[in-house]
């Protein structure tokens, strides 16, 4: 059962602890003025036709719609990374993206979770 609060005490208690979360929530998320803004970069393929989109933007909803809008039919995002790097490798009928703090890292991934005989299709970094 909710226990209510019926004191006003302990309502102004309860907001004072709320606020103060608020505030330390906003603080703790603070960029700084001289910080570069994030950037997003997405990787979307289709193993049907072999067609591959590429994106960067500001925001992962449009880096992720940029990709598929690149790619076209019958497409999906494959991986997706933030400031960093993505790779798409295949092998036969296999194909797997991955992303990484680096393009060796994100092509390396990429290639070892698609198995034998994959190389890397597509690779790269937000700039």
């Not at 591959?52 to 497409?75: E, F, I, K, V």
């Not at 991986?79 to 798409?88: E, H, I, M, P, Q």
């Amino acid at each position: 059962m909710a226990t209510t609060l019926k004191t006003p005490r302990r309502r102004m208690i309860a907001a004072t602890m709320l606020a103060a979360a608020a505030v330390t929530g906003a603080i703790g998320t603070a960029v700084p003025a001289n910080a570069a803004p994030a950037k997003y970069i997405a990787i979307a393929y289709s193993p049907a036709t072999g067609q591959l989109g590429r994106a960067q933007a500001t925001n992962l909803d449009a880096a992720l719609a940029g990709s598929l809008s690149q790619c076209g039919g019958h497409c999906a995002v494959e991986t997706w990374s933030k400031n960093g790097c993505v790779a798409l490798a295949v092998s036969g009928q296999y194909h797997y993206g991955w992303y990484g703090a680096n393009l060796r890292d994100a092509q390396q991934g990429a290639m070892q979770r698609t198995g034998p005989g994959s190389y890397v299709v597509w690779s790269g970094c937000t700039n």
